[in-house]
């Protein structure tokens, strides 16, 4: 019954998920785990070898992570030119191999997920492992997690195609594969499920694919640790008790950080775009970005090491996925200095990370932005922090602010707040900031709601594509509105002369209308109110005195007996309207269309016996 279920593509996933979808589940899984162990390790050799071995780069590390010693004399000039090579050739391989492998992946990831049935080439596999370690192996900013979005949801991809499966259930395996990919890298199997069903959405979840992400994250876990040990990324204080009081430095903590990611984002898109506008061959604009990183980070190392104590050669987290700066955002570090001047450089690196990473993603470079993501948020995260306890409280601990601003950052520009704080807290291997987390969460999801990341994210499965062929609309294609149409008695419509103050009340009493038609004198429709702007028009009695109600109608969105039911369906979801208003051809009301009614009409196609 559930392959049947699932090959139809009509009614949801049972929870009951056993023989075929479990089986190919397991085998994402592992394959999924496999590929993302090898691409770390295949990073960090690279890593060790260019830059601590060869340049004399000795990088910054979090708690849970392996790093070198660099033995060799620091060279700046090598430093500054391993980003160009390593870009350089990673826009090549792209270029030629697969240009899906650009930049990050979990915007290509999204994309396929929405627009292309869940399909992703083959090719796409070796492609980004080969580019990933390229730009990261050789000095680029960015993360590993991003990457393996895209590896791990391409993997899922090949094995649907290979069992010949459903376009659900390929899609189904796309999400299981970026759960396991992103445990596999970042060693939270819990907070990488819950990544890969709410990654898709800005306000939605990919309801059906939760058990199997939970089943390939855990997979993709135990193969990781199977292989380098189970170890949290991330060391903390031993406990962060809960004290109320401190939710207003929360919630400035919050803002701050929220607007961080603002110009984030902002920036990573500016980038994009200016390099897309360049007169640049494709494969050259990736070397753009390492020239930049490069010309950056050298001159940074140089002059610090030269006016501080900080050794010569010493990363300071720009590099790479950088977790080591958010680790002495954690805990500190014995060259970072304390009181204020602490806070600038915990600042100056989060700018610095900032930069680094727009030009190595927003150049095309096959980096991640989650990993960075994190980091910047640990890092004015810890700067609040360390400024709150010099000006508010000598006993605060910075790291509680580092750890919340991690999970704050992420969650706010990526639209997955509890993701986030469930990885968040799987990284520090604790859950005693869950709650400042929450809170600081949720002021970043709604300080972002324009801010968007992934522009490829739909707002909900109604607005994906995807979803759309499996609310039946090839079935209503050819049904005219007509067919399904009802013309109630009570329909209230308003003339345009009709005040604000004056409708509200006639509102209020017609409960099972949601959308007000305004007629001019001729009885055609000019524009239309519904239920939602007029009680938030409510809120503000003040503004209301004279209002005319045309003032705050948006124009009309009506179909005709004769246009397709599939169409006046897709109008009402992209809308966001419960109902249509059905219109004559001189535009006067006729009656009205809701989705009760396209209901019935889908049942009556579908189900004989209705």
Known sequence: MLYRALVSGGEQLELQLVGRVLFHTA?????????GAALVFSVEWTQEALLSDLAGYQPLCAAGEICGHADTSFRPWLLALLPVVGALLSGLVSY?????????GGNQIIEAFHSGQGNVRARVLPAKVITTTLTLGFGGSGGREGPTMLI????GSLVGRLLRVSPRERRILLVAGVAAGVSAVFRTPLGAALLAVEVFHRDDFESDALVPAVLASVIGFSVLSTVSGETALFAHAEHYSFDASHLPLYLGMAIAVSAFGWVFVRFLHGVEHASRAANIPGWARPALGGLG???LMVPVLWILARETNIPDGQGLGILGGSYGAGQIAITGADF????WLGVGVLLLLAVLKLLAT????GTGGSAGDFGPSLVMGGLVGGAFGRAAQILWDPTLDPGAFA??????FYGGVAHVPL????????LAGSYDLLVPMMFCGGIAFIANRRNVLYPAQRRTRHDSPAHRSELGLEALRHLPVSEAMSIPDGRVSFPEGTLAEDAIGVVAGATRQHVFPLVDANGVVTGMVTTELLRLVAWSPQALDGLPLAEVSGPPVTVQVHTPLGVALERMLEHHLRELVVVDDRGAPLGVLDETDVARAHQRLTDPNA
């Open 27 to 35: 085998v994402v899984g592992v394959l999924a785990g496999g590929v």
């Open 96 to 104: 030629f191999l697969a240009p899906e492998t650009f930049s990050g």
């Open 152 to 155: 791990g949801g391409a993997l």
């Open 293 to 295: 990183v490069g010309l």
């Open 336 to 339: 970072l200095p304390g009181g």
């Open 358 to 361: 727009g030009l190595t993603v």
């Open 403 to 408: 750890l919340v601003g991690m999970g704050t």
């Open 419 to 426: 993701a986030a704080l469930v990885l968040v807290s799987e």
